[in-house]
């Protein structure tokens, strides 16, 4: 059984807490930050040490994420704001079991938590209890999307990083001076260029990335780099490393 790292309530109220700060919150009504009904919020909480037979029923990222997930959705412990409230524990989440949600955006998202609350998201027609039938869904649908995260770097030669950098949206000025400048977006760095498809240290590689906003702390890992092997949406990484940027989890 993998050890799961699984969010206390007091670690779920620091979320909604720091949420209040944000964009999101102000989007549209989110009311007050405190739970309206703080039993609401430890139901919700409690789901994921829920047992039976002396184990526990929900052992997986995926599970544990959608259990928890609908558990916050669907309780409405908050006076407003607890899908979005929902969604973004749910990142949370996932980020702190050091993994990612690739290839997901924010619609995608809110049409996951629209459909939960709406009843639409499970088979009408499942054989079993609507709230298991719909965490099962729910937990389909994360483990359709989520990876473990990779980090880590390795040298390689010029010609290699070109092309991968150039997979990412990457464009390259010519040479000069001994040097090269790369480009992504807004974002600029330049690197040595001593020669034709010199070789480039792991350190080098590392600061690249870092400059140009391809590295973990943005949503690209090093399976996401080197192997180009889904990505993360900009709304699903700003919200997965709120709690990680604060330092309160």
């Known amino acids: 059984?993998?050890?799961?790292?699984?969010?206390?309530?007091?670690?779920?109220?620091?979320?909604?807490?720091?949420?209040?700060?944000?964009?999101?919150?102000?989007?549209?009504?989110?009311?007050?930050?405190?739970?309206?009904?703080?039993?609401?919020?430890?139901?919700?909480?409690?789901?994921?040490?829920?047992?039976?037979?002396?184990?526990?029923?929900?052992?997986?990222?995926?599970?544990?994420?959608?259990?928890?997930?609908?558990?916050?959705?669907?309780?409405?412990?908050?006076?407003?704001?607890?899908?979005?409230?929902?969604?973004?524990?749910?990142?949370?989440?996932?980020?702190?079991?050091?993994?990612?949600?690739?290839?997901?955006?924010?619609?995608?998202?809110?049409?996951l938590a629209t459909r939960l609350v709406k009843h639409e998201i499970a088979p009408a027609d499942s054989?079993?209890?609507?709230?298991?039938?719909?965490?099962?869904?729910?937990?389909?649908?994360?483990?359709?999307?989520?990876?473990?995260?990779?980090?880590?770097?390795r040298k390689m030669r010029f010609s290699e990083l070109r092309s991968l950098l150039v997979g990412l949206g990457c464009t390259f000025d010519g040479p000069e001076q001994n040097f090269i400048k790369i480009h992504r977006g807004r974002w600029m760095c330049r690197t040595g260029y001593p020669k034709i498809d010199f070789e480039v240290g792991v350190n080098e590689v590392k600061r690249i990335r870092k400059a140009l906003r391809l590295d973990e702390v943005h949503g690209v890992d090093s399976r996401g780099f080197y192997d180009l092997a889904g990505q993360v949406d900009r709304f699903v990484n700003d919200y997965r490393n709120l709690m990680r940027r604060l330092a309160d989890i």
Request: glycine share 4%; proline share 3%.
């Open 1 to 111: 059984m993998p050890n799961i790292a699984r969010l206390s309530e007091e670690e779920v109220l620091t979320i909604r807490r720091q949420m209040a700060r944000t964009l999101l919150a102000r989007k549209d009504a989110f009311g007050q930050t405190e739970p309206l009904y703080p039993d609401r919020l430890s139901s919700a909480v409690h789901r994921q040490h829920v047992a039976a037979g002396g184990h526990l029923k929900y052992d997986t990222i995926p599970d544990v994420a959608a259990t928890l997930f609908f558990g916050i959705a669907n309780n409405h412990a908050f006076e407003n704001g607890n899908k979005r409230t929902a969604l973004v524990i749910l990142l949370v989440f996932i980020d702190k079991n050091r993994s990612l949600l690739i290839d997901t955006t924010e619609e995608d998202l809110y049409q």
């Open 127 to 153: 054989s079993t209890q609507l709230a298991d039938a719909e965490v099962t869904a729910v937990s389909r649908w994360i483990r359709e999307r989520v990876r473990t995260r990779v980090l880590g770097d």
